[in-house]
């Protein structure tokens, strides 16, 4: 099973949980902790190879020039600073997201750039503070939240203008991306957890584990999804994208810059640590082509229409 990048795993799990037993709710909020731990982190080292997507997101959307567009679970603003490109001082750009020093770097970064149609905003997509019919294009590059997918898609249908769509992409976590990272992170992981890293296997088993978790590995049950919260028009495309690395430690840095990843590294010892980037580079050798490392990432869009 493909688990490359924020989608949810089946990681093996030693029980050690510290605590108490997490609801869904609390598990999805620690996960979006982590995107505002590694904010930085994630935008030099995640950021690049997410361009390429969000560009499809915006392609599939047909964006214009003046339109009001609205990135959801933005992070960095990835897709937000994409739709800049086309978007200009005629039309609008707010990118959301709940992990706030994620938001306020995208905030940092847009005013250094001078791109006075774009903002960003600390904001829950599944209760948004934005009026209806206040926006033309929503776009979601891995953005929709882990928990209440039923209410973020509500209220994308209720911001949405007539002629408004919505596209967004996620993980086939169906598919194998073939590459050994996460099965070589597992097998070095030390008996012992520490207590985040116990709590953040526990959070992703949580999430994995809910109806709605269950229900999002497979195309079906998004389409299911989107079409309860009203929308009719749902148009499903499956699609390899290849994620082009220039070295094996380029994949691992963008491995290492997702927090869960991140807190399992820093629990090894400097020796383990190094012996895992080993076994890494010596596993992809064969791999490794003039370009660099290609990881295939299965891929699913969804293009809906108002
Ligand atoms: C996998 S990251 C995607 C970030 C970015 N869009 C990208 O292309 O890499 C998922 C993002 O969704 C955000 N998120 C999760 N649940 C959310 C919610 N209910 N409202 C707003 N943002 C949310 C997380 O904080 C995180 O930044």
Redesign the pocket.
């Known amino acids: 099973m493909v688990r490359s990048?924020?989608e949810v795993g089946e990681s093996a799990c030693s029980g050690q949980f510290m605590g108490a037993p997490l609801d869904p709710e609390e598990a999805?909020r620690l996960l979006?902790e982590g995107?505002g731990r590694m904010a930085r982190a994630y935008d030099a080292n995640?950021g690049p190879y997410?361009v390429p997507i969000?560009r499809r997101l915006l392609e599939l959307g047909r964006i214009g020039a003046e339109e009001r567009v609205l990135d959801?679970?933005?992070?960095i603003g990835?897709?937000a600073f994409e739709a800049a490109t086309t978007v200009d001082e005629r039309g609008s750009i707010l990118g959301?997201?709940?992990?706030e020093p994620?938001v306020r770097l995208a905030a940092e970064k847009a005013a250094t750039m001078d791109l006075r149609q774009l903002r960003f905003d600390v904001?829950?997509?599944?209760a948004m503070t934005l009026p209806a019919d206040s926006v033309d294009l929503v776009l979601s590059?891995?953005?929709h939240?882990?928990v209440g997918r039923d209410r973020?898609f509500a209220e994308v249908r209720r911001v949405l203008g007539p002629r408004g769509r919505f596209v967004l992409s996620t993980w086939d976590t169906t598919k194998s991306s073939r590459v050994p990272f996460r099965e070589i992170l597992e097998r070095r992981r030390p008996r012992i957890l520490a207590p985040d890293v116990a709590r953040l296997i526990e959070a992703r088993k949580v999430i994995a584990s809910t109806d709605e978790g269950r229900a999002t590995q497979s195309g079906d049950g998004w389409i299911r999804l989107l079409r309860n919260a009203g929308f009719s028009a749902v148009q499903a495309i499956e699609e390899i994208h290849p994620a082009v690395f220039r070295s094996p430690d380029a994949f691992l840095d963008y491995s290492f810059a997702w927090d869960d990843n991140e807190r399992e590294l820093r629990q090894m010892t400097p020796e383990g640590r190094e012996a895992l980037r080993q076994e890494f580079r010596e596993r992809v050798a064969e791999r490794m082509g003039k370009e660099g490392l290609v990881v295939d990432w299965p891929l699913r869009y969804f293009v809906v229409a108002r």
């Open positions: 990048g924020g999805s979006i995107y995640v997410h969000a959801i679970g933005c992070g990835i897709a959301i997201d709940l992990a994620a904001m829950d997509s599944r590059c891995f953005g939240p882990l973020c």
